[in-house]
């Protein structure tokens, strides 16, 4: 009976023991498939912001390219946009 009871004590040690170690290799894959996907997020993130701010400095050049061209024209009428200055202005609709 004492051998019954050493080999279930024995059996339960070892399914505890296995049980304790494959939590703990499931947590370890588990945070390494958390920590990837954020490196991969940051990475996204990183280009998605190169692209937008390559985006604001080609419209801040263009802007300044038609403020500088609007500029350029003389004014004949001062009450009115001269017809070249509301072309420009559709365009940019």
Known sequence: MTRYALF???CVALAGS???KGRVDGK?????RYEAAQEAAREATAKLEAQRLIAQAERDRLARELEDMAN????SVPD???ASRVRRLREIQ
């Open 28 to 32: 370890a894959a588990l945070q390494a």
């Open 8 to 10: 279930l004590a024995l």
């Open 72 to 75: 350029a024209e003389p004014v």
């Open 80 to 82: 009115a946009l001269p």
């Open 18 to 20: 296995i049980y304790a």
